[in-house]
Structures are given as structure tokens and as C-alpha cells.
């Protein structure tokens, strides 16, 4: 069974940074792309981040330069890096897997899991 654990989301203010992490089981990263997606009140899914097996990675527009996606085959686990954090990056976090393993815009994810709240104060 596939499982994405993320965590360490938070509390923080405007231009603080939040390091979070994706804990995978039931699968090995290095086969699959691992993506990062968040979810506003309000607003619909969109896709933030994303590391392929081979290592390439992929960004949105709004985390570009800010953020920083890597991951520890060792731990099988997939690091988000979010540095200067603003209130619009307020949101749900998730992790999810695609089998296609590489990633590039609009590609979808057969696995998610579980979210972590990120809360981004003015």
C-alpha cells in the first residue's frame, strides 16, 4: 500500500521560511515523480513542486526562486524547502506520486496523501 506523509507545516510570518517534508512507503522515489500541490480555501489544487526519479525537477511560477524540492533516497523521502514565505502561500500541502516519474505541468498523481497546513501571517 502506497502512503505520503507530509509534515512540517506551521505558523510562521511574512518572509520566514518552513521546511517540509514527504515521508513515502509502498514505493520506492526513485521510480516515481513526487510532486508537491496545495490547496487554498477557496481556490482549486494547484501544483507547486515537483522531483523526478532521475533527480530533475519541476517549479510553478510563484514558487519559482523561492522554493527548493529535493529528496533522500536514503529515507525515501522528499523535501520542500519554502523560503520567503508570503500570505498567498497560505494553504494545505500535500505530496502525491506519479508513476510517469517525470514531471512537467498539469501531470497528475494516482497517490496523495495527507496534507499539512502552512499559514502565512501578514
Known amino acids: 500500500e502506497v502512503q505520503l506523509q507530509a509534515s512540517g507545516g506551521g505558523l510562521v510570518q511574512t518572509g520566514e521560511s518552513l521546511k517540509l517534508s514527504c515521508v513515502a512507503s509502498?514505493?520506492?522515489?526513485?521510480?516515481?515523480?513526487i510532486g508537491w500541490l496545495r490547496q487554498a480555501p477557496g481556490k482549486e489544487r494547484e501544483g507547486v513542486s515537483c522531483?523526478?526519479?532521475?533527480?530533475?525537477?519541476y517549479y510553478s511560477d510563484s514558487a519559482r526562486g523561492r522554493f527548493t524540492v529535493t529528496s533522500d533516497r536514503a529515507k525515501n523521502t522528499v523535501y520542500l524547502q519554502m523560503n520567503t514565505l508570503r500570505p498567498e502561500d497560505t494553504a494545505v500541502y500535500y505530496c502525491?506520486?506519479?508513476?510517469?516519474?517525470?514531471?512537467?505541468?498539469?501531470?497528475?498523481?494516482?497517490?496523495r496523501g495527507q496534507g499539512t497546513q502552512v499559514t502565512v501571517s501578514s
Open positions: 522531483i523526478s526519479g532521475d533527480g530533475s525537477s
Open positions: 509502498g514505493l520506492n522515489i526513485d521510480d516515481y515523480a
Open positions: 502525491a506520486a506519479s508513476l510517469r516519474a517525470v514531471c512537467f505541468p498539469g501531470l497528475t498523481y494516482s497517490s
